[in-house]
């Protein structure tokens, strides 16, 4: 515990760089210079999830970060329970970034986040679920995940949940909600639009015309 609380109390993640590369041994107290330490700040939490929608975590934590740090992301996933960085770590586990692998621990830190409400957790459990990744393929247990996701306004889940609709998941009953969030999604990605597009004629055409144009009176811009 008393290494937790230290562990907690750190703002952020030094490595210490010796110009030299001589290790310190003997209880020697090493001296450096200002200049060789670097400084790695702990991530603010809206940062780290702008990272999680647009796929760049491990990225960062790997590549920009040099693994530096691990344990400050590990406690704040498992003791302050941080929904964001219980997704990033959960992540870390699952497919062995800057960490051994354990898809099991990786799944479980996954599912935490989601029941948090933390969008990106929950649409990422249900692609996995839907392909059958790390997991038995359970698309009746990925539906209400991509679903939920949707409706918190996750914009990648959109997408994702009306492509299944299209593809024959739900019901009918699922698609003037589906419909409406893909006529209001906003984005200066010409490519998304198009994808909005098609998907809502496809859905469109799924539904009696009279119910069509009650969906776009409900439009708010």
């Keep these: 515990m008393k290494y937790i609380s230290a562990l907690l109390l750190c703002c952020c993640s030094w490595s210490l760089q010796a110009q030299n590369g001589t290790p310190v041994t003997g209880g020697e107290t090493p001296v450096v210079l200002e200049e060789e330490l670097q400084a790695v700040p702990l991530y603010e939490e809206h940062d780290l999830i702008g990272w999680i929608n647009s796929n760049r975590h491990l990225q960062q934590v790997r590549d920009r970060d040099d693994c530096q740090l691990v344990q400050d992301i590990e406690a704040r996933a498992e003791v302050l329970r941080m929904p964001a960085y219980q997704f990033l770590w959960g992540d870390m586990l699952a497919w062995g970034v800057c960490v051994p692998a354990d898809p099991r621990r990786g799944m479980g830190m996954l599912w935490a986040a989601a029941r948090q409400g933390l969008p990106a957790a929950l649409e990422q459990l249900g692609r996995y679920y839907y392909s059958g990744t790390l997991v038995q393929q359970n698309r ?51 490519n998304k639009h198009r994808e909005a597009l098609r998907l809502s004629q496809a859905l469109a055409a799924r539904m009696p015309p009279h119910l069509v144009r009650e969906l776009d009176q409900q439009l708010l811009f």
Aim: glycine share 8%.
């Design 140 to 190: 009746e247990r990925a539906f209400p995940l991509m679903q939920e996701a949707a409706s918190l306004g996750f914009e990648k889940a959109q997408f994702g949940w009306a492509r299944w609709l299209v593809e024959g998941a739900g019901s009918p009953l699922d698609y003037p909600q589906a419909y409406l969030w893909l006529k209001q999604i906003v984005t200066d990605d010409s």
